[in-house]
Structures are given as C-alpha cells and as structure tokens.
T-cell receptor
Framework: KNEVEQSPQNLTAQEGEFITINCSYS?????LHWLQQHPGGGIVSLFM???GKKKHGRLIATINIQEKHSSLHITASHPRDSAVYIC???????????FGKGTRLSVIA | GAVVSQHPSRVICKSGTSVKIECRSL??????MFWYRQFPKQSLMLMAT?????????EQGVEKDKFLINHASLTLSTLTVTSAHPEDSSFYIC????????FGSGTRLTVV
C-alpha cells in the first residue's frame, strides 16, 4: 500500500465545475504539498500546508492532520487547469517528498 | 524566488551511450539535491540524494554504478545515466529544499 493515496486517478470536468481532489496518507508528516505537473513534465508547487486551509486565486487546499487527509479544490474550473495534480508529503527535516500517483484532470470547454 | 535550472529538457540517445543531466541552482546554494524518476502514469520516485562534497546516497534498487551522481559544487548537481538501455527511458527531475521545494524543469530521456 502506498503511503500517499490520491483519488480520483482521473477526472474529467466541464468548464466552470467545482473540482475536488483528495489525498490520504498513512505516515506522520510535518507538511503536505500540492503540486501541478503540466504535460511537458514541469512541476509547480501550488501549496505547502501543515494545518488548516490555504487559498490562492481559484485554488483552495485544506488539511486535517488528525484524519491524515487533505483536499485540493478548484472553483470555476477552466481548460487551462488541465494537468496532473500531485499530493506529496514531507516526513521531516531536509527529506525528500513522498508522492502520490497524481490525479489527471481534464477540463473541457 | 529560488530557481533550479535543469538541462537538457529532452534527449534521445542510442542504447549503450551515456547521458548527463545537469541541475544548477541559479540564485542559491544547494548542499543537497534530490533526484527523482517518473515512469509513464506512475508517481515520482526518489532515486538518490546528492550531497555537496560527499558521496550520494541511493535508494534501494537503484544501481549506483549506472546512475552516477556528482555534486561537486554548491550550485551544480549532475546525474549521468551510463550505458543507457531502453528501460532507462523515463522522466528525470531534480529538486532542492533550500527555499521550500524547488524543482528543475525535468529531462525526458528516450533510449532507442
């Protein structure tokens, strides 16, 4: 079993829809990242959070440390949001990220 | 913000040849660089951790003689895939943790 599980694996949405991607993890963590990977492979960090909620534009990320669960929400989705969204956890210190398998999102106009 | 420059972005090489991938920290010094590999439709997996001035540490199952890592300066870490085979075809990406987690742009390697 992976330490970081994401759902769904694939998601197709109509433009304007509200989207939720979920991430569950089984280890103790110091923080969690949500990353966006575009078709060319480049990775951008969207959020790093260790508690509560963060918002940036149309993106919202929440985390519940007790339940070992995080969600990424996209409001008013747009085709340019189409990408792979990856949840990754930091176990501690200067350590590498542990990644989920990603959620492939396609937003159709 | 912190930038990690990774080159090349895409390379096609013949089986048996070696390929070097470079990651440079442009505006900061990185004592540690993480190297990841991603096969199609799979998650990123840590291959090795390079440390400036000392030997790299490799994850279980990663051949250190095949994937040579050098971190000779605080701004440059390199990964050389030696005697590449088609099964080494993958997406390779580096990451530093000096300023949050900063990723290189990745290298898509195709071995033919």
């Amino acid at each position: 079993k992976n330490e970081v599980e994401q759902s769904p694996q694939n998601l197709t949405a109509q433009e304007g829809e509200f989207i939720t991607i979920n991430c569950s993890y089984s280890v103790g963590i110091s923080a969690l990242h949500w990353l966006q990977q575009h078709p060319g492979g480049g990775i951008v960090s969207l959020f790093m959070l260790s508690s509560g909620k963060k918002k940036h534009g149309r993106l919202i990320a929440t985390i519940n440390i007790q339940e070992k669960h995080s969600s990424l929400h996209i409001t008013a989705s747009h085709p340019r949001d189409s990408a792979v969204y990856i949840c990754a956890v930091i176990i501690g210190g200067n350590t590498p990220l542990v990644f989920g398998k990603g959620t492939r999102l396609s937003v159709i106009a | 913000g912190a930038v990690v420059s990774q080159h090349p972005s895409r390379v096609i090489c013949k089986s048996g040849t070696s390929v070097k991938i470079e990651c440079r920290s442009l505006d900061f010094q990185a004592t540690t660089m993480f190297w990841y590999r991603q096969f199609p439709k799979q998650s990123l997996m840590l291959m090795a951790t390079s440390n400036e001035g000392s030997k790299a540490t490799y994850e279980q199952g990663v051949e250190k003689d095949k994937f040579l890592i050098n971190h000779a300066s605080l701004t440059l870490s390199t990964l050389t895939v030696t005697s590449a085979h088609p099964e080494d075809s993958s997406f390779y990406i580096c990451s530093s943790t000096v300023v949050g987690y900063t990723f290189g742009s990745g290298t898509r390697l195709t071995v033919v």
